[in-house]
């Protein structure tokens, strides 16, 4: 079992930055490929990112390529996300998931979830 608390969410304008934090505690969290998605209201639970159990391989949906970073620390087991010039369309509730195994970009993939925290820009 492992256990995930985001954080770092809040409201933001257009262009300014956030950094979302994933905290885990239960397995040892290098044995974790690392994912954040996001769901807006009405719409479906989207991937955003992953990162591998090492952290040497990420791959992000194409819309926060260049304004998105995904990293982790394995000896504070934790994984964030910054987010840079944020747009309105960023708004949503991101998610922080875990999954032993091959990365993956399917949330169906992923065996353990955070609560999510909610990110609104405004425009």
């Known amino acids: 079992q492992v256990q995930l608390v985001e954080s770092g969410g809040g409201l933001v304008q257009a262009g300014g930055s956030l950094r979302l934090s994933c905290a885990a505690s239960?397995?040892?969290?290098?044995?974790?490929?690392m994912c954040w998605f996001r769901q807006a209201p009405g719409k479906e639970r989207e991937f955003v990112v992953f990162i591998s159990k090492s952290g040497g391989v990420t791959t992000y949906v194409d819309s926060v390529k260049g304004r998105c970073i995904i990293s982790r620390d394995n000896a504070k087991n934790t994984v964030y996300l910054q987010m840079n010039s944020l747009k309105p369309e960023a708004t949503a509730v991101y998610y922080c998931a875990a999954k032993i195994g091959p990365s993956s970009t399917r949330a169906l993939s992923y065996d353990y979830w955070g609560q999510g925290t909610q990110v609104t820009v405004s425009s």
């Open positions: 239960g397995r040892t969290f290098s044995s974790f490929v």
